[in-house]
């Protein structure tokens, strides 16, 4: 199933289900307890984010030939960090360039997110999937000179700013991605493909993220893990690409959709 949350003309707000003939139809419940079809047809206004997250984490240099690029060393183990759900963007809503904290350099990344379904703990590679709600695109805005020079050795600083994470346009439930790491995801920069590569280069798997994130830690429903970015990112081109206003990104990931939104300055 692909669900969508929105907004209606009556400005509440609702989940539902995106037919094949793109109507939605009414949900009831939660993502969490488990959801109902009402048989109703219901028109959105707009469409959110999928979820608000219980937290985000992050994973770094995830695919081979993003790290060939960066010329980084393939790591040992899953690189860790966080965004905070306060980043969390809608489609069609701007990602918005920071002018108070300035940054030139903000980057677009691709990312396949994976929506936690039910709590971990300790979870088995084995097990993993079992514990996956669905999955969405995301888009890992990133400010790399906050990233790399101005955040003390911690990439957080350069990756919360408000509206750096792009997600949606709807989240799809696992049982119609049996294998996340089988899907082809790009970025398209104002038409232009910049990243075009597949799933299967991530070098930690989906299973073995969910096992490691939950090693002696508790992932709640809700929590939105970012798998990586493959390369083509635009700090490693020559010359850099960085978003500009007027700019328009997509995320294009195979079995979920498109993720798309526009960019803008900061009014400070």
């Known amino acids: 199933m692909k669900i969508v949350r929105i907004q209606t003309a009556a400005g509440e707000t609702c989940l ?30 707009k469409i959110l984010a999928p979820l608000d997250p219980a937290a985000i984490l992050c994973i770094g240099l995830n695919y081979r030939k993003h790290a060939e690029e960066g010329k980084q060393p393939i790591p040992q183990n ?44 300790n979870v088995s590679r084995a097990d993993a999937l079992s514990h996956v709600l669905g999955y969405s695109c995301a888009n890992d805005v990133s400010a790399r000179d906050w990233q790399k020079e101005g955040g003390g050795g911690q990439w957080c600083r350069g990756k919360t700013f408000a509206t750096f994470c792009p997600l949606g346009p709807c989240l799809v439930t696992a ?25 299967n280069d991530m070098i930690f798997d989906v299973p073995t993220l969910i ?34 206003p007027g700019d328009t990104v997509t995320i294009d990931i195979e079995g979920i959709g498109s993720l798309t939104n526009p960019v803008i300055e900061e009014v400070v």
């Open 175 to 199: 049982d119609e991605i049996p294998d996340p790491n089988a899907l082809q995801i790009r970025t398209v920069l104002n038409g232009n493909t910049m990243q075009d590569w597949n799933t």
């Open 211 to 244: 096992e490691f994130l939950s090693a002696s830690t508790v992932l709640a429903p809700g929590t939105v893990i970012l798998t990586g970015t493959p390369h083509g990112v635009g700090a490693a081109r020559t010359p850099p690409v960085f978003l500009q």
């Open 16 to 45: 539902a289900s995106q037919q094949a003939n793109g109507t939605l139809e009414r949900l009831t419940g939660s993502l969490f307890e488990g959801l109902t079809s009402t048989g109703q047809a219901v028109v959105a206004t």
């Open 78 to 121: 899953p690189v860790l960090f966080m965004k905070t759900a306060t980043a969390v963007q809608n489609p069609g809503d701007p990602i918005v360039l920071p002018r108070k904290l300035r940054s030139d350099k903000v980057d677009y990344e691709c990312e396949l997110a994976v929506i936690i379904g039910k709590r971990c703990y």
